[in-house]
Structures are given as C-alpha cells and as structure tokens.
C-alpha cells in the first residue's frame, strides 16, 4: 500500500529529449542533399505560365539563366512598369544579353562551353517584344538552345 | 590525491538548438525545385547572300498570334484549343501520292492534296505580334510541341511499344547507364526523323 502511495507522488517523469538532435539532423541531411543554393534574388515579377509537354532541365551546372519581368514593387519607383530584365543581380538592356551570355560562357569549363542551355524565366504578362529582341541578341551569339522555363500544369490557364 | 569516478558528462542539451538553426538555414537558403520548360532551338544567323530555299506554299502551317491573343491558322481565325488537331492534321496529312519519292508509309491523316506531302517536309511557320502576351505564346508553343509528341508517341508504340516523350525523358536522364542510352538513342533519333520539328519563327513585326 505504502509502495503505490509512493509512486504517485513522483509526478511525470521528463520527455527524454537525447535523441532530438539525431531527428533534427536527419531532416538537416536530407534538406542539404535535395536542395540547391539559391544563386540570385529576384528584382522582378516571376510568375512563369503553364505548359504540359515540359522537358527537365537536368544539369544545373550547364544552364545560364535569364529572367524577366515587371519589376516587384520596391523597384517600380525606379525601373518604371515595363517588363525589364535581370541579368544576375542588375537590371539590364536587350543589348547587353549578348555580353552576359559571353562572360558567362566564359566562366564554364571548357567542354561544357557548347553544351550550355539558356533558360528564360519570363513572367507570363511580359510581351513578346523583348523576347524577341533577347532572342535575336542569342542568335547573335550562337546561344541557340534555349529552354522556355515553365510550371507544370495546362497551358490554357496562361489565357485567363 | 587521486581523482575518482568519470568525468562529469558533457551537456548536450544544446545540441538540439545548435541542429535546428543548421536547419533552418538551409531551409531559407535553397530551393527545391527543378527547373522544367519547354526546349527549343533558335534558328542560327543565316549569312545574307544564300538564297532561301524554295518550300511549296502547302507544307507550311501558318499561325500568327495577334496583340490580343488571337489566332490566324491557315489565314482562319482558330480557337487555341483546335489547334494542336488543327497542327496534328496537318502534319500527318501525307499528301504524296504512293509511288512519289515523298509518300509517306506511316502517316495516318486524310491524304489532301492541298495540305502538307510528307511530315519531313511539313514547316509549322509561327508569327507574333510585339505586344503578343507571353503567356499566349507558351500556349501556342505548347500545342504545337504537344502536336508533334502526340505522333510521335503514336510512332513509337507502333514500333517500340512504349511512348516517345518516355523514352526521351529516360535518355536525357543523366542516371540511366550508358548501354541503354546507347539504345535509346538510336531509337529516339529514328522516331524523330519520322516527325522532325520543324518550326519557323519569323521575326515579329510592330507594323499590325
């Protein structure tokens, strides 16, 4: 009797928290190896349209990116409300692709120079004007594979 | 004096913490995704004195986007939703007649004499205006993509058992082994050769 009185007495035992870090470092692990760094931050709208038939981009290393799009908010005062683009972390002209194609070319090792891809990350409300003028800027350099970035899903969403 | 029992413990109450601000920082600085599109290749710079080639006014498929976003297809006005059927019957129309060097054995469409010879003579000819909406033009760009995957997946079962855009996948995957990119390769180039894309951009003009 006195044994069960007792025990009552000792209120809850602690959580034992030893393997908590163990846990945490598992989801740190997975995180490090599924994701990739982010390699530049955005100073335009990015809302890419829809498309089905996508292909994967599958070599990070071999991909030169160029985005396009109104820019956000705190840069309208500034940059205006046309479509601009962003070549690395600076707003940029049509004319200037050509160039930054180049150096980035440059930067790759050798044997990954004429397999580069060129993504076009272009907001879906961007006209194509300045497409045009960008792809007519890559013709000029012989950057002649490019990869219209998209989401999956329908394309007739774009339409709306 | 010696000392006695262990030495006290070290307190790894902290580790928990020291692991979720690790975390947490990764969290904040990648990205999960990867990037997919759709591929395509620019046309190179042509110099200026070659002359262009001469191509039969039937085996082009005009679509000309306009500032609005509607469609000219064949100089008709076309919803976009008819148009990957529209693009596909024109494809696969195969128009030469059997015994001409340009029959085409495998096509399976309405054999006009007005509409394209052979799929490898067929040109998708894309025209938009400046102020065409981008969005409308990756739909367009789409269903003409869409167009050519769709023959040849048709293609591929028939001789392959087994979907193009499948086998293109797993041979741009950089984890499938060499012997059977080998012969994925071959494959996947001879259902290409049966549909090349062939599809034209003009430069887009501001007069319209």
Known sequence: MSKFAKKKDAGLPAVNTASLPDIVFMLLFFFMTVTV???????????????????????????????????TSQYKAQFGEEARIQLNDKFSSPNEVGDYILQERAKKPQELQNVLTTALKVDKNANMGLISDIKQELRKVNALKVNYTTYDGDAFNNLQ | ????????????????????????????????????????????????????????????????????????????LTDIKSLREKAIAFLDNGGAPSGSPDYCSYCKGKRLSDSSDNPTKAIISLKNDRETKYGTYITVQNELVGAYNELRNREAQRLYKRDFTDMEAEYLNPETESSRKEDLKEKVKRIQELFPQKLSEAETDSSN
């Open chain 1, 37 to 71: 760094m982010k390699d530049n931050t955005l100073k335009v709208e990015n809302t890419l349209p829809n498309a089905s038939e996508t292909k994967k981009l599958e070599k990070k290393d071999r991909v030169i990116y160029i985005y396009v799009g109104e820019p």
């Open chain 2, 1 to 76: 004096m010696p000392r006695r029992g262990a030495p006290p413990e070290v307190n790894a109450g902290s580790m928990a913490d020291i692991a979720f601000l690790l975390l947490i920082f990764f969290l904040v600085t990648t990205t999960i995704e990867t990037d997919a599109g759709l591929d395509r290749m620019l046309p190179p710079i042509e110099p200026p004195t070659e002359a262009p080639p001469i191509i039969k006014e039937k085996n082009i498929f005009t679509v000309n986007i306009n500032r609005n976003g509607q469609l000219l297809v064949e100089d008709e």
